[in-house]
């Protein structure tokens, strides 16, 4: 498997610290609000990251970590006259609703700023002793121009940095590009007792603190937006790499913007539609669907238009498996030869998915073989072919095994469920007594029900078969 490397600027060969093992950080959201469509995209891709490690046979540990201490939490808790512990638990609630609609595993540990005050104060100590960082007026700063790799990650020297950042000029820093990893308390702000005063963290040295707790000094791959990699990934590596003297990440995986009007979205500009809301408009899979459908480097444009695109792109892939699960049950009991040559064949759409995902997680290319793969397997399994139970069977094992790790076909947390299929096969089941009684209004009656529900159902000659409208 090849990753670009951030760092390297190219493709590379992956090979993990661990044989077998796979050491995963993403930065996760800062929660003072929902999350919006920009924040899903590294949310959803590095999540199918993970399943394809996994797919391929490593033991992965996924820290996904949340930033639950910040100026923009505490700013939004004086607004609605709450504390900032508050804020941060909604929003992390918030987080998990979306996280779970989107389809998106839990990652292995999701850890809290807040719960980590005592890793961050040793490793801020440990730079303090080694000369990288020094205390000014109860602010505790990173010297940027002794850590002489600076800004290799962004491939800038420091002085292209300096000239083009937007920098907090202070009297109390040594140098305009350095930055805080402590921040003295002031009225009205969560504070925690520290060798320098009471305070809070900075930002950038929470993901040090706890990507080291968690995974150890050295990790295999650090996800996240191509928008963190300047200032927070490169204040990461200057941080962990000075403290602990040794290479901080093997492999940098960045994705790419999602762009309103070619603008990037985000929530300074005001151009930005919540996850929630675009869920309500076209459903959670439908955003991880219009996602996956691009290479993960490549810049989205996000539009209605693509949306629905992404929404009929689905339904196909629904419609198939929906297909199949009905055949597995009412298919033709004999299992012909020619359907055993056809499912014998399968393993060819399985070698090429991994080929593609092998390169540079190409999301899209995988799809794409999907898609080649449900339209022969829809041929194979046309009404007009009487196919069999076994050829269904197989067919669904494998649409399952490739969907499973991009995990776009699912029951997202808008549509109910087993609930609903349970509540929808009862009424089919009492329309199909009622037929039997020749009871035809009750039968229609409950067709219309079926169809207040958004139920579509289909007479076959296999029996019934139903879909969401």
Same mark, same amino acid.
């Given at each position: ?76 808790? &004086?607004? +609605?006259?709450?504390?900032? %512990? ?67 990650? @962004? ?15 202070? =009297? ?16 009205? !702000?969560?504070?925690?007792? @520290? ?5 809070? #963290? ?36 200057? %941080? ?36 929630? !809301? ?15 459908? @691009? ?27 929906? &297909? ?9 009991? +004999? ?22 995902? =092998? ?27 009487? #196919? ?23 029951? @997202? ?57």
């Amino acid at each position: 498997m090849k990753l670009f490397n951030s760092m390297t600027m190219k493709k590379e060969e992956f090979i993990p610290i661990e044989e077998n093992k796979v050491r995963m950080y993403a930065c996760g959201p800062t929660v003072y609000n929902y999350i919006h469509v920009g924040n899903a995209r590294p949310i959803i891709m590095f999540d199918v990251l993970r399943r394809y490690f996994e797919y391929r046979g490593y033991d992965v540990t996924f820290v996904q970590n949340f930033t639950d201490v910040d100026d923009k939490i505490i700013n939004k808790a &004086n607004e +609605e006259g709450v504390t900032s %512990q508050e804020i941060a638990e909604k929003y992390i609630g918030e987080y998990f609703t979306d996280a779970k609609g989107l389809g998106v595993r839990e990652a292995t540990i999701h850890p809290k700023a807040t719960e980590n005050i005592q890793q961050i104060i040793n490793i801020v100590t440990t730079l303090i002793e080694k000369g990288y960082a020094y205390e000014s007026q109860g602010d505790v700063y990173y010297r940027t121009n002794k850590f002489k790799e600076y800004g290799k990650l @962004s491939h800038q020297p420091l002085e292209d940095l300096q000239a083009g950042a937007r920098i907090d000029v202070a =009297d109390i820093k040594e140098n305009p590009m350095d930055f805080a990893l402590w921040k003295a308390a002031k009225p009205g !702000e969560p504070y925690w007792e @520290s060798p320098w005063g009471n305070g809070r #963290p900075g930002w950038h040295i929470e993901c040090s603190a706890m990507s080291n707790r968690y995974l150890g000094k050295t990790i295999d791959i650090h996800c996240g937006g191509q928008d963190l990699t300047f200032p927070h990934h490169e204040n990461e590596i200057a %941080q962990s790499e000075a403290a602990n003297g040794c290479k901080f990440v093997n492999y940098w995986v960045h994705n790419g913007f999602i762009s309103i009007d070619n603008k990037k979205m985000s929530k300074s500009l005001g151009n930005f539609f919540t996850v929630r !809301e675009a869920a309500e408009a076209y459903g959670y899979d439908t955003i991880r669907m219009f996602m996956l459908m @691009s290479h993960y480097r490549s810049p989205l444009n996000y539009s209605g238009e693509i949306l629905i695109q992404a929404q009929n792109a689905l339904a196909r892939m629904k419609n198939a498996r929906e &297909n199949l699960v009905f055949l597995s049950d009412n298919g033709s009991d +004999e299992y012909l030869d020619t359907e055993k040559e056809f499912a014998a064949g399968l393993g060819k759409y399985r070698e090429r998915f991994i080929e593609a995902m =092998d390169d540079d997680f190409n999301t899209a290319d995988g799809i794409s073989v999907i898609f080649e793969m449900v339209r022969d397997i829809n041929s194979a399994t046309a009404t007009g072919n009487n #196919p069999s139970k076994g050829l269904a069977k197989d067919c669904l094992a494998i649409f399952d095994e490739l969907n499973n790790v991009l995990g776009i076909v699912y029951a @997202s947390a808008d549509e109910g469920g087993d609930d609903l299929e349970k509540e929808v096969e009862a009424l089919i089941q009492a329309r199909s007594d009622a037929k039997k009684a020749k009871n035809w209004a009750e039968a229609d009656r409950i067709r219309d029900q079926l169809k207040e529900m958004g139920i579509i159902i289909t007479d076959t000659p296999q029996g019934v078969k139903w879909k969401k409208a």
